[in-house]
Structure formats: C-alpha cells, structure tokens
C-alpha cells in the first residue's frame, strides 16, 4: 500500500498519507490545509518489536515501582521508551516536559466536574 510520510512546516506535525502513486501531487496539510508539505523518510520495520520494549520496561524494577505508584518523571519515561524515538507533536511534547518536571497535568489528575452517570433502566 503507497502510504507516505508528510511533516508540514506551518503547524510542526507529521503525517502518514495514502497517495495512489509516487508521483500523486502534495496534498494540503489535513490539520492546518496549508499547502507546502515536504515528504520525509519512513522506515517500514522496527528494530524493536512492541514486546521488546514492554519486557524492557517491565524488567526495569525502579520504572515498574515508579508507574505503579503514578510518578510524573516515570510516566514520562515510559512515554519516551515507546515513542521509539519518533518526534511528537508539540502539545504531547508538553506534557512528558511536565510529567519530567515532577507535574501532574490537571487532565490526568482531577476528575472531570458535571452529573453524575444515570443508572441504566431495564
């Protein structure tokens, strides 16, 4: 399947985009419809499977503790560790900068206000 990778320089984001043939002309930027996407490089194998990073993790007895117990600096690890070293987006970049600091951000620390859940009715 012809799928390509995209980084669009206006809204710093990269994606993956289906074009019929190699020579299909440049779409618009899906998130900001700006036109000037430049094609990047995409690798097609992982050097780690997903169970090779997971049994990393879990071997890892003070980042196991660290998740267990809701730490801010071992979320951010385990974020980094399965990223695989692809950049994210600015907003998620964000959050594991404050999750490293020590930060709890308010989304994944207070629940959301409003009514309370009805109960079904049979």
Known sequence: MPLYEYWCPNCKRKFTVYLAAFDSPVPPCPQCGKNGL?????????????KDVYDGILGDSKLKKGMLHNEPQALAEWNKRMGGGEKPAPEYEEMVG?????????????????????????
């Open 38 to 50: 430049e094609r990047r490089f995409s690798t097609f194998s992982m050097t780690r499977s997903y």
């Open 98 to 122: 404050r999750l490293e600091h020590g930060e709890m951000p308010k989304e994944i620390t207070e629940k959301p206000k409003g009514k309370k859940p009805r109960k079904k009715s049979k």
